[in-house]
């Protein structure tokens, strides 16, 4: 499995190996020493997540202040484009943003860290979308950042506006928005 820091390093794009022929395909998707390699240190996984949308639906972007969630995400039908917001203030790329395809064909996985808001949009007619987390959903102490924040400046591959929860709705603004020291 090939592991690509991408400009905002702690967000590691993962390229599986895969073995394909006319019957179908087989690929390793995660591997705990390979995983553990790249990012640098032990990580659990403790919850995994599905969910299904529709074209132009944008999730995002999510982050827990307490609880904080690892993600590794990954699509299994469709394809989606995937943002990560570094939300730590300490950092040198605080308030940067990156984005990968996620698609069903490229099989491609995005290992998003502790202290990142995460969304995605969906460019496909529909899009499975799979993730490990590292800690439990915690309604209480969820936080959504605003998906169309000009300070950030995401450059969502749609035209139009995507299909929106009503809490991606009310996201916050970067500079009002309770970030991580």
Request: proline letters at 5%; charged letters at 20%.
């Amino acid at each position: 499995m090939k592991a690509t820091s991408l400009a905002v390093p702690e967000v590691i794009l993962f390229e599986p190996q895969v073995f394909g022929d006319a019957r179908g395909f087989f690929l390793e998707s995660f591997n705990q020493t390979v995983f553990e390699k790249a990012v640098g240190r032990t990580v659990s996984f403790v919850q995994d997540n599905h969910s299904k949308s529709t074209r132009h639906v944008l999730r995002g972007l999510h982050y827990q202040l307490s609880q904080t969630q690892g993600k590794l995400v990954r699509v299994v039908s469709g394809e989606v484009f995937d943002v990560a917001v570094d939300l730590r203030r300490s950092s040198p790329t605080f308030g940067q943003w990156v984005g990968a395809l996620l698609t069903e064909q490229n099989k491609h996985q995005l290992w998003i860290p502790e202290g990142f808001a995460h969304g995605f949009v969906v460019l496909s007619e529909y899009a499975d979308f799979l993730y490990k987390t590292t800690d439990y959903y915690s309604p209480a102490s969820e936080r959504c950042l605003a998906w169309n924040d000009p300070d950030i400046g995401i450059e969502w591959p749609i035209d139009g506006l995507p299909e929106l929860s009503e809490k991606d709705q009310s996201g916050s603004p970067l500079h009002a928005a309770e970030c991580f020291d």
